[in-house]
């Protein structure tokens, strides 16, 4: 069983940034492919980002592209989601997921991951 704990989120100002983070259990955090993903009130979730295994690909919803970067230290099992220029379309809950196998691709879809954090609230005011 892996867990997922992220952190980070908060109230912040349109142009703003924030760097989330998402500590995960596990003796092998380094094989993982994760993800971030968001859903704000009333609308389906959707993708943000992803990183291989390894970290060697990684992927990105054209809506965060050139703003949102995702990253990963294995040495502390954590993975991060820095956001840039934070727009008020930004503010959702990110939730961290977990594909605990080896896996080459920066995976955007969701059904593919195998485990969820909790969540935590992004919130951009115009």
């Known amino acids: 069983q892996v867990q997922l704990v992220e952190s980070g989120g908060g109230l912040v100002q349109a142009g703003d940034s924030l760097r989330l983070s998402c500590a995960a259990s596990g003796r092998t955090f380094s094989t993982y492919a994760m993800g971030w993903f968001r859903q704000a009130p009333g609308k389906e979730r959707e993708f943000v980002s992803a990183?291989?295994?390894?970290?060697?690909?990684?992927f990105y919803a054209d809506s965060v592209k050139g703003r949102f970067t995702i990253s990963r230290d294995n040495a502390k099992n954590t993975v991060y989601l820095q956001m840039n220029s934070l727009k008020p379309e930004d503010t959702a809950v990110y939730y961290c997921?977990?594909?605990?196998?080896?896996?080459?691709?920066?995976?955007?879809?969701?059904?593919?991951?195998?485990?969820w954090g909790q969540g935590t609230q992004v919130t951009v005011s115009s």
């Open positions: 997921a977990a594909k605990a196998r080896l896996s080459y691709s920066a995976d955007n879809n969701a059904q593919n991951y195998d485990y």
């Open positions: 990183m291989s295994s390894r970290g060697g690909n990684t």
